[in-house]
């Protein structure tokens, strides 16, 4: 097993790539970070993990704007991401030098999976160790989207998707609580997907959503708190409603 | 004949240019925008070989966006004059760019400002400019009439005085033409002055 994961370039004989899937364990390190898509709004959260006290934390930018209407989230090695984020920044410029348009969220999603690819194939390369959520409103059509990108230079459409750590959890959370939403309905969802695995708190969670009309906006740490105060409120509401339900039921037998 | 020319008041910048498209004796179009809006708080007025205005201006245009997208802040007004300036001078000497320029702009804390960056480039930091054949009539307008701070108002009326001059005077007048300002609130047109409508507009 250990003669085939030393190159990238070497199969296994189980049809393995054991760099990429080693690769895919860094990515399953790295921080929690979450993907919703609204029918008017898409929304990236990501767990920040404690900031050190001396530490400047404007400095540590985990989602970031690749042009004004994309916007992109990793987790993994942040140093691989600047690499790949610097590169994706260029060809959204490069394209609309060249052809005088912005580029789609696939094309750019396509652009970033191609690379990630490359340093599959290449070698003495590594690959990329993170995996990308990306998130836009393609030009002309204003339609919102949601793609992902792993270490492997896959990639595919999402409705809502997780990545990093328990991103399994939050995936079956999302999946048994997606529904289609819009606006604050879909910043919540987000939100709910990241406490399932982050600790309570704004001072953990980064949000950043995205609009056709206002592009993206980091939500401040306040606002962040209001929606989980929320959150919570509908949660103990909820519980309560259970609880209540199965009193009259006892009371009445 | 094309005329690029501008100058700086009080807190503002603004910068005109002819909109004729010619090649030859033939004019391809009257409404032809060679004052580019850079950021939201920049205006690149240029003139010059047709294609390679197009070519160079949106080169420093995307690179001026990219500078921002990777650093979270736009590039001051000097910093995009000194690289423009330097994408000229490293053609230079071997395929150079035939653009005459004039970068207006504000920023927050310095107020307004213009740089005049020519084809060989030459920088100069100046508070009025003018290129091409209409500058032997607008420079002499602006020494004569130019006074530092100057309102929107008087500003205008100084530019229109220099578009009357190369109506007047020029030989091959250009007819219309397109003011631009930036101030702090932005970059933005400003008005057209046209003497030939074109005609496809009334037409739709």
């Known amino acids: 097993m250990a003669r085939y994961d030393r190159a990238i370039t070497v199969f296994s004989p189980d049809g393995n790539l054991f760099q990429v899937e080693y690769a895919l364990e860094a990515v399953r390190k790295g921080n929690a970070a979450v993907g919703v898509r609204g029918s008017d709004t898409v929304v990236l959260g990501v767990e920040k993990k404690s900031t050190p006290k001396l530490q400047d934390s404007r400095t540590v930018r985990k989602i970031v704007s690749l042009d004004t209407h994309i916007a992109l989230a990793c987790a993994g090695l942040k140093a691989d991401a600047r690499v790949l984020i610097n590169r994706a920044r260029i060809e959204c410029q490069s394209h609309r030098l060249t052809v005088e348009d912005p580029v789609t969220v696939e094309y750019i999603t396509r652009y970033i999976a191609g690379l990630q690819q490359k340093y599959t194939q290449s070698g003495g390369v590594r690959p990329f160790g993170l995996s990308t959520l990306i998130v836009g409103f393609d030009p002309y059509s204003e339609k919102p989207a949601l793609y992902q990108t792993d270490p492997s230079g896959t990639f595919s459409a999402w409705k809502a998707n997780a990545t990093g750590r328990n991103s399994n959890s939050m995936r079956e959370f999302l999946e048994k609580n997606y529904k289609e939403t819009s606006g604050k309905e879909t910043i919540k969802l987000a939100i709910r997907a990241l406490l399932e695995v982050v600790e309570s708190g704004g001072k953990n969670i980064e949000i950043a959503v995205m609009t056709h009309k206002d592009g993206l906006r980091q939500l401040e740490e306040a606002e962040i708190d209001e929606y989980v105060a929320e959150i919570e409120a509908e949660k103990a509401a909820a519980e309560a409603a259970k609880k209540g339900g199965g009193a009259s039921t006892s009371a009445s037998s | ?204």
């Open chain 2, 1 to 204: 004949m094309e005329c690029v020319f501008g100058l700086v008041g009080k807190g503002f910048a603004i910068v005109a240019a002819d909109t004729s498209a010619v090649n030859s004796i033939l004019v391809h179009k009257s409404n032809e925008d060679k004052v580019m809006v850079l950021d939201s708080h920049k205006l690149l007025g240029a003139s010059g070989e047709p294609g390679d205005r197009v070519q160079f201006t949106e080169y420093i245009q995307k690179n001026v966006h990219l500078y921002q997208f990777r650093n979270g802040i736009p590039l001051t007004t000097a910093a995009t004059a000194n690289f423009t300036r330097g994408e000229l001078a490293t053609a230079l000497r071997k395929n150079p760019y035939s653009v005459n320029i004039l970068l207006a702009g504000y920023d927050k804390g310095v107020g307004p400002s213009m740089y005049y960056i020519d084809y060989i480039a030459t920088m100069h930091k100046i508070e009025k400019g003018a290129f091409g054949y209409g500058s032997y009539f607008c420079l002499s307008m602006m020494d004569r009439l130019y006074h530092p701070d100057m309102s929107i108002e008087e500003a205008i009326e100084l530019i229109d005085k220099c578009i009357i001059e190369i109506r007047t005077r020029l030989v091959v007048a250009p007819p219309n033409f397109v003011i631009k300002i930036v101030d702090e609130d932005g970059a933005r047109e400003y008005a057209w002055r046209e003497s030939i409508k074109s005609p496809d507009v009334s037409m739709a």
